[in-house]
């Protein structure tokens, strides 16, 4: 299911009317909401709510009518608007294109709203919105980028490894880089960890000792 069909199914439950009808908190909560439904494991590389901490238009510290996907601070191409004419009567449902925010407007983990925000959003009974859970959630979701210089160091080393084999770096040699990241990013590995296990198996694959 796409985004926008994850949305219009929010939509279709009530949980958009009140935004439509203008009531300029029910925007900001719709956002949230879209947020935590498309991404419920929060993995960071998933969407998230926008947190507008450099202030500017905003509802309860979030933006009213986007949200952003990925927590990666150095794309600034990364926010969505969900919600055309925010806060006005005939606010609109929708799904664009990237577009640019300020620096100090972040990627938070979405999280279920609260019983009175979802009484906000939509009063009176009815069911409850149907996350569609990430089928491969991030097992370590607060783990971040851990730069570039751990890689470069890698490759410094996989390069004097393959020389001393009196080989290359080839296409295959790009498997190290791969099963390093892995086992960092899901493995639970720390980046030294995972350059010790795997260097051991490319300098045997190498016929090194």
Not at 110 to 123: D, G, I, S, Y
């Amino acid at each position: 299911m796409s985004e926008i069909d994850t949305l219009r199914k929010l939509e279709q439950q009530g949980f958009f009317e009140r935004a439509r009808n203008g009531d300029h908190r029910a925007c900001g909560l719709f956002a949230r909401l879209a947020a935590f439904t498309l991404n419920p494991s929060g993995a960071p590389t998933g969407w998230g709510c926008l947190r507008k901490t450099g202030g500017g238009q905003n509802v309860e510290g979030f933006a009213e009518d986007a949200i952003v996907l990925g927590n990666d601070p150095g794309n600034l191409n990364n926010v969505v608007d969900i919600i055309g004419g925010a806060g006005a009567p005939g606010a609109s449902l929708g799904f664009g294109g990237f577009v640019s925010r300020r620096s100090s407007d972040v990627w938070e983990r979405p999280v279920p709203l609260t019983a009175e925000q979802m009484k906000h959003l939509r009063p009176g009974p009815g069911p409850d919105p149907d996350p569609h859970p990430d089928p491969h959630p991030d097992p370590h979701p607060g783990r971040a980028y851990p730069g570039d210089q751990p890689f470069q160091q890698m490759g410094i080393t996989l390069e004097s490894d393959y020389r001393e084999a009196g080989q290359q770096l080839n296409a295959g040699s790009a498997t190290w880089f791969a099963r390093v990241i892995w086992d960092h990013a899901h493995g639970g590995l720390t980046m030294d960890q995972s350059i010790a296990k795997h260097r051991a198996e490319w300098r045997a694959a190498l016929k090194l000792h």
